[in-house]
């Protein structure tokens, strides 16, 4: 067990649906960061926070947002929803921003768009 | 941009062989490196790191990793290889150097580990 909590588990919703998936990092972390992972696209990196604030951005549609709070837990909203949004989407944690600290995973939300 | 390539899909090995899972790397000074494994249905987990001194690094499971500077590889090992470390596998590189002073790990495209009795 990794420390990191995502719910719900899975999500089925239809197209131009809106969504929030949620993440709670390990105990102490900081950091928190938000992965997609397609069979077409791999592990995509969307967004990190640090301590409440947004850090760095990927490949994260503008129908994406996200915001981490003050408890440090995080929220991911998937607005519009398409048919090509349907993916794992997972959530990490670490202790900071330095170099070397591994990044710990949840086990991700299913989402599916019908 | 930091960037990892994994040049197998996939590897299968017999139980009981060493199995090598290749990982090659490009970055722009030092690199971070990483493998993660990853179950069905799981989130990856955190095998082992590479950020300097020894080459061979070892982690989790049995599993060690090979950092050869001059081939920029960084091969993940297993002297003996179980039908349990079947699995998909992924190299990653840290890269730090982000607008707005942030960071993220890029990871490869996985390889699957097949190992069959």
Redesign the interface.
Same mark, same amino acid.
């Given at each position: 067990d990794s420390g990191v909590t995502q719910t719900p588990k899975h999500l089925i919703t239809a197209t131009g649906q809106r969504v929030t998936l949620r993440c709670s990092p390990r105990s102490g972390d900081l950091s928190v960061y938000w992965y997609q992972q397609s069979l077409d696209q791999g592990l995509q990196f969307l967004i990190q926070y640090y301590n409440g604030e947004e850090r760095a951005k990927g490949n994260i549609l503008e129908r994406f947002s996200a915001q981490q709070f003050p408890d440090l837990h995080s929220e991911l909203n998937l607005s519009s929803l398409e048919l090509g949004d349907s993916a794992l989407y997972f959530c990490a944690s670490s202790v900071g921003e330095d170099r070397v600290s591994p990044l710990h995973f949840g086990n991700g939300t299913r989402l599916t768009v019908t | 941009a930091q960037s990892v390539a994994q040049p197998e899909d996939q590897v299968n090995v017999a139980e009981g062989n060493p199995l090598t899972v290749k990982c090659t790397y490009s970055v722009s000074g030092n690199p %971070?490196l *990483?493998w %993660?494994v990853q179950y069905p249905?799981? @989130?990856?987990?955190?095998l082992l +790191?590479y950020?300097t001194g020894d080459n061979l690094v070892k982690g989790s499971y049995g599993f060690e990793a090979e950092f050869n500077k001059s081939q920029t590889s960084f091969h993940l090992k297993k002297p003996s290889a179980l039908v349990s470390d079947s699995a998909l596998y992924?190299c990653a590189v840290?890269d730090?150097r982000? #607008? @707005? @002073?942030?960071? +993220?790990? #890029? *990871?490869g #495209? @996985?390889t699957q580990l097949k190992v069959e009795l």
């Open positions: - | %971070y *990483f %993660y249905n799981r @989130g990856l987990q955190f +790191k950020i992924f840290r730090w982000l #607008t @707005g @002073g942030g960071n +993220k790990l #890029t *990871f #495209t @996985g």
